[in-house]
């Protein structure tokens, strides 16, 4: 198959999974950028793919949307078309080992992208493109509105309720803070506030146990399928904390304010360039319990104040962090990655355009099956035997060996 050159930048946006927050940003590039081609693929699924090299003329720009994914497929791409590596957050040099190999790096605060430039990643090659919220989904809901979910989620009328959203798998070196979340609650608790925390997202269940050790009422999701669903829970919370002593956003600190609910967040990734002043959320020191439990029992002492921050801060996400403002910043980005490709790769051009049709129907298929087996782990998590055993029976020589067996009439 020939492939054309296109008008439009095509661009293949690689998120780690189908299922969590990368690729709720990819489809937000996608939805607002009609003046590019774009296609997504999780990563998940393109190290199945054999020999992917071969599709590298279908696209002018290679997106990953995490560096662990740039790290494992980078170098597929890599002198052939552009590649852009996304850098949320450094926890480790790990994260930054596919910087080299990029034409240009994405992240999404400018305390990282100063940061990043400390570490020595090269300035013409970083561009910041900050992360939005769709506000048709995430905004404040009526009073009306938030006593029926509650009562649904049978949730105490008088109840202050603290939420956290977020997966156990993204804790890694306990970035998330949740000792800091937990002590606290607890210290809340000590005062005999009625705090009740709404806990989203999977993996949790160890703290869930320790919030009922404590005599906390807890509302747990381990993971909400539907986007105006998720959203609505937002309307549960009267406060959300975010403890995290590193984070790229974090996004939910968006779609908490979005939805009018009052943040009570470290100065991690975004929060500095979102929450400009106080009116609109209060950043808090880390490592610091006391500060949340203090700053919450304010909120709940003075209602007008809650309700003012609220409003606050959903109309500074509306005016400038909507995915329609946002999302477009990927142009100038891919715009810089042709630009450095080009110059360091001049010989690209002469490169052949013949390869194999893209595999999308099976790409679908493959999304869908892996997002249909992390519901059914969200509730039953796998064991770690069967961690493994997935992990070499997907692996990308497992799948050309079935796909071989499948052209020579060979039952798997």
Known sequence: MKVERAQKPRVLLVPDVPYWICSTIARAYVRHNPQLDMRICSGRVLRRIPEVTAYAGHFDVVHFLTPHDANKSQADFRGRVATVSTIHHVQ???????????????????????RLEEAGVPAEK???VPYGVDTSIFY??????????????????????????GKRSSDAHGRKGTDVFLRGIERLAQQEFPVHVVLIGPGWEAVARELADQGVGCTRKP??????????????????????????????????MASGV?????????????????????????????????????????????QAM??????RIREYFDWSHTATGVRPLYETAQRNFCAAHPEAAELPTECPPWPAEWIAREEARL????????????SAFMRQLRKVTESRWATAWLRSGARRGIAP
């Open 262 to 306: 009052c943040v009570l967040a470290t100065q991690v990734g975004m929060v500095p360039d979102v929450m400009n002043s106080d009116a609109v959320g209060r950043m808090l020191p880390f490592n610091d319990a006391e500060a949340f439990a203090r700053e919450t029992a304010a909120l709940q002492e003075n209602p007008t104040r809650q």
């Open 126 to 128: 970083l561009v910041v």
């Open 140 to 165: 404040s809901r009526s009073p009306e509105e938030r006593k029926r979910l509650r009562q649904e989620n049978q949730i105490e009328a008088h109840a202050f309720v603290v939420g956290f959203v």
């Open 223 to 256: 993971f909400v399928t539907d986007e105006r669903e998720f959203a609505a829970t937002y309307a549960l919370m009267d406060a959300y904390w975010c403890t995290s002593t590193i984070e790229g956003g974090p996004v939910p600190v968006l779609e908490a």
């Open 371 to 382: 997002t249909k087996r992390f519901l059914q782990d969200a509730h039953h998590p796998p």
């Open 92 to 114: 480790d040099g790990s994260n930054l080992d596919s910087v080299a190999g990029a034409d240009s790096v994405m992240t999404g605060s400018t305390q990282w992208q100063g």
């Open 310 to 315: 609220g409003a606050a801060a959903a109309q």
